[in-house]
């Protein structure tokens, strides 16, 4: 389970020219706050530019926040990030790989990062290669991959460990419709019992792709949580049949004054 609250970071403008001054600074997360449970998908839907990548980030480790608390089942994670980054697996916009390594090799160097011993490692680069239906690419260098190659090849990297908490960020990004079925699967898979119940939390733009997909919604807009619940809720508190209708009502909407989640539209 993930939980944030009140979440905020200002990071400092980029100065232009010689004599620039120092610009004001730029606030990315103002108040963002969430709950993310197990077995779940959660998605964070905002614009461009709403802070989705940077709370993703903080809750990965990656970027300390100015503000608010982060807390990885349980464990804190600003006061012990590597224990906390154990229990994650993180699947970002840059997808990193190696390309002069097969993926087997991406995957395997991963789980040493990890800890992991070399045979656990190549019997676990297996098992994930069965999950994620990418047999044929394991021995094959990722140099030269599609874009949903080395979207499955990543996220089998983030994986390796078996984390209980997944977070991606715009992982559709990219894709074609067949990867996108495809991804769409292995983290429903990932939810389930079957796949060990983890929590799963992705960002996105795409107002589909949400509402296909994910179980619960956080919607972020000008860096704040602006609404969290289910799609037929937000729809329902909007007075939206239409999710698109009740996304931009929530995100972009004068008439609102206060929504679920703890924030203003």
Partial sequence: MILVEALHKRFAAPRRGWFARAAASIVAVEQVSFTATDGRITGLLGPNGAGKT???????????????????????????????????GVLSDARGLYPRLSARENIVYYASLQGMARDIAHARAEQLAETLDMKPLLERRTDGFSQGERMKTALARALVHDPANII??????????????????????????????KCVVLSSHIMQEV?????AVVVVA????????????????????DFEEAFVKLAFGRELTTVEGGGSS
Avoid at 179 to 186: F, H, I, V, Y
Avoid at 222 to 241: D, Q
């Fill in 211 to 215: 509402e296909r997909l994910c179980d």
């Fill in 54 to 88: 940077t709370t993703l980030r903080m809750i990965a480790g990656l970027v300390m926040p100015d503000a608010g608390t982060i807390a990885v089942d349980g464990i804190d994670v600003l006061r012990e990030t590597q224990a906390a980054q154990r229990r994650m």
């Fill in 222 to 241: 000008h860096g704040r949580t602006v609404a969290e619940g289910t799609v037929a809720e937000l729809c329902a508190r909007t007075g939206e049949n």
């Fill in 168 to 197: 991606l960020d715009e992982p559709t990004n990219g894709l074609d419709v067949l990867s996108t079925r495809a991804l769409r699967e292995a983290l429903r898979h990932l939810a389930s019992p079957a796949g060990g119940g």
